[in-house]
């Protein structure tokens, strides 16, 4: 399948590299603002296509040039905008990148039929509403890598927590809700170990794991490398798009649109994935004692901000 990736910052040039060694992706179309920083990119990759899998050619384009190459692509993954500076609020964030998907996302993908669209570009949950809002494309074929890493960090700790009993893959267990500090973690009592546990220690082990979902982002953004999260955004990214192109239908925490909600409001809540974007949205995880109550406190909340400010 082909596949375009709009940015060449760390995470997009990292998701093209990863692309090419996937057994589903037969061509990348790379666009950048400037093509020469990734002209030299797109060579490298080029000496190295005799071993990869299945990917025979990749495109370097400039923005220019993206409506007429978007129409070769079957699905676009969006890293392209500025990144949060120290100190910076995600609503200033948002107006610096929104600018930029004005002035070419949107040209380039209003008449695009068919195209899934893959969010990874900040403020996340604003980005993807900016988006489905107004691109013209299906609701369910935009969507965000949401909280993916941060389940994939909840699924981590709780694995540690319970050692050597269970791989963090084998975790049942979500983070829902924003993709900031005020995520929400969802564990059945199932997951947690020993089932005699008193359920007051249970909920300080689920928040503690909560916690070390932000606590480890920010202890890898202050490295002295000063680089964020890699690994885990580019594994998401690339296990979401091969329940997309492979149509796996797996449940995958992606950011998308509370069809409830009077503003758009988007935010990650476990959906399954397949070849046609977004095939359901599930709601199972607002049963689970507690839940529904901070869902219901943070989407007020984020309403009401979403009204005063954008």
Request: net charge negative; with cysteine; aromatic share 4%.
């Amino acid at each position: 399948m082909k596949i375009a990736v709009w940015g060449a910052g760390s995470i997009g040039k990292a998701i093209v590299y990863r692309l090419v060694n996937t057994v589903f992706t037969s061509e990348i179309h790379w666009y950048n603002q400037t093509v020469e920083n990734i002209t030299h990119r797109t060579i490298d990759i080029e000496h190295g296509l005799t071993f990869a899998p299945t990917c025979s050619r990749i495109i370097a384009s400039s923005q220019d040039r993206v409506r007429e190459k978007l129409m070769e692509a079957d699905i676009l993954v969006l890293t392209i905008g500025k990144a949060m500076s120290k100190g910076e609020k995600r609503l200033e964030q948002y107006s610096a990148n929104v600018s930029a998907l004005e002035e070419t996302i949107i040209p380039a993908i209003e008449k695009k039929e068919g195209l899934i669209v893959l969010v990874i570009t900040n403020p996340l949950d604003l980005i993807t509403r900016y988006l489905v809002m107004n691109s013209g494309l299906p609701q369910e074929h935009i969507f965000g890598l949401g909280t993916v890493v941060d389940t994939a960090r909840l699924r981590y700790s709780i694995a540690q927590y319970r050692i050597g009993e269970h791989h963090p893959s084998e975790i049942e267990a979500y983070a829902i809700g924003p993709h900031d500090d005020e995520v929400i973690a969802v564990v059945p009592r199932s997951c947690m170990a020993g089932e005699g546990l008193p359920e007051e220690t249970q909920e300080q082990v689920i928040e503690s794991c909560r916690r070390e979902i932000c606590k480890g982002a920010d202890r890898v953004k202050h490295a002295p490398s000063g680089s964020g999260s890699l690994h885990p955004v580019v594994e998401g990214a690339i296990d979401v798009l091969s329940s997309v192109v492979l149509d796996r239908r797996r449940i995958h925490t992606v950011s998308v649109p509370d069809p409830k909600s009077k503003c758009c409001l988007c935010y990650s809540m476990p959906c399954r994935v397949g070849r046609d974007g977004v095939l359901e949205r599930m709601i199972y995880p607002l049963d689970i004692p507690g839940v529904r109550e901070k869902m219901d406190a943070f989407i007020k909340k984020r309403e009401a901000d979403i009204i005063s400010n954008i």
